[in-house]
């Protein structure tokens, strides 16, 4: 297995706690990016992974976390994009806009300029191209109108999949997985959750580990580029 460390945004909890806690299981050599100082991030530490400190929420925050990686790492395996903002578009338009800045930031301008600082960094092994992973949302195909700065957002970051794909070949692969219900939030409601899984043809909160599976079939296929991989159950079929 590769020792070129692959990074992994916004391991703090959930999601992106459980690709990190599985890649390092699977032999990678992982560095995991965090915000908050949470007990999952400790648990990584206490496994022995790398980890590193940023909040992208701000075009300078952001370039001195990549002129940090680009000092301290010459090479890198993979990039997977997790760390996300998702809260419904507020009401009032001043709070919106400071919404879409943050989100925007984090959604897009993030993955940007970390993908951009960094694309001489990557490299894959034995000849075969490295990985650029966006995590984006079945949203960005069909939205969810309450969440629609999330939305858009997420639909850049799903854009700039395509774009990178044909950028950075053929040395980097570019590739998103759109997540649907698979670790549902303290918001949801019991209602709500259960009307989310009645448009599930697979009927269930996926959980995080169908996303690992997503993201190893993805570093382990040499000739998968510009593609999105569903993981919602087949929810995009049937949400309303
Ligand atoms: N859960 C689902 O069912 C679902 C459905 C569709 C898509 N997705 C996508 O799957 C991914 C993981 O989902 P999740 O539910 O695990 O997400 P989550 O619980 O919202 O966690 C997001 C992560 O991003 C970090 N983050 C947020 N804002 C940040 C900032 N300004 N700078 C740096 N890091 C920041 C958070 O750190 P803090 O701990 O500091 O907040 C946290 O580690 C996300 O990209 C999400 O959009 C999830």
Same mark, same amino acid.
């Given at each position: 297995?590769s020792?070129?460390?692959?990074?992994? *945004?916004?391991? =703090?909890?959930?999601?992106?706690?459980?690709?990190?806690?599985?890649l390092?299981?699977?032999?990678?050599?992982? &560095?995991?990016?965090?915000?908050s100082?949470t007990? !999952?991030?400790?648990?990584?530490? !206490? $496994?022995?992974?790398?980890?590193?400190?940023?909040?992208?929420d701000?075009?300078?925050?952001?370039?001195?976390f990549?002129?940090? &990686?680009?000092?301290?790492?010459?090479?890198?395996?993979?990039?997977?994009?997790?760390? =996300? =903002?998702?809260t419904?578009?507020?009401?009032? $338009?001043?709070?919106?806009? +400071?919404?879409?800045? &943050?989100?925007?930031?984090?959604?897009?301008?993030?993955?940007?300029?970390?993908?951009?600082?960094?694309?001489?960094r990557?490299?894959?092994?034995?000849? %075969? @191209?490295?990985? /650029? /992973?966006?995590? *984006?949302?079945? %949203?960005? +195909? %069909? @939205?969810?109108?309450?969440f629609? /700065?999330? !939305?858009?957002?997420?639909?850049?970051?799903? %854009?700039?999949?395509?774009?990178?794909?044909?950028?950075?070949?053929?040395n980097?692969?570019?590739?998103?997985?759109?997540?649907?219900?698979?670790?549902?939030?303290?918001?949801?409601? #019991?209602?709500?959750?259960?009307a989310?899984?009645?448009? *599930? @043809? $697979?009927?269930? #909160?996926?959980?995080? #580990? @169908?996303?690992? $599976?997503?993201?190893?079939?993805?570093?382990?296929?040499?000739? &998968?580029?510009?593609?999105?991989?569903?993981?919602?159950?087949?929810r995009?079929l049937?949400?309303?």
């Open positions: 297995m020792q070129k460390k692959v990074l992994v *945004t916004g391991t =703090s909890r959930r999601v992106g706690l459980h690709i990190a806690k599985r390092h299981q699977d032999g990678y050599a992982v &560095l995991a990016h965090y915000r100082e007990e !999952g991030v400790q648990e990584l530490k !206490g $496994l022995g992974i790398e980890t590193i400190r940023a909040d992208f701000s075009r300078d925050s952001i370039l001195e990549v002129t940090r &990686l680009r000092h301290q790492y010459r090479s890198l395996r993979a990039i997977i994009h997790n760390a =996300s =903002s998702f419904p578009t507020d009401d009032d $338009l001043a709070r919106a806009a +400071e919404q879409y800045e &943050l989100f925007f930031y984090v959604h897009m301008m993030g993955p940007f300029l970390i993908n951009q600082g960094l694309q001489d990557l490299q894959g092994d034995e000849g %075969n @191209p490295a990985d /650029i /992973i966006h995590i *984006t949302d079945i %949203n960005v +195909e %069909n @939205p969810t109108p309450r629609d /700065i999330y !939305g858009t957002t997420k639909a850049g970051l799903h %854009n700039m999949t395509l774009a990178l794909a044909k950028k950075l070949a053929p980097i692969k570019v590739n998103a997985i759109a997540p649907g219900p698979v670790l549902f939030t303290e918001s949801h409601s #019991e209602e709500v959750r259960q989310m899984m009645d448009e *599930t @043809p $697979l009927a269930r #909160e996926g959980g995080a #580990e @169908p996303v690992y $599976l997503a993201i190893k079939s993805v570093l382990d296929n040499p000739f &998968l580029t510009g593609v999105s991989i569903p993981v919602d159950g087949g995009r049937s949400k309303r």
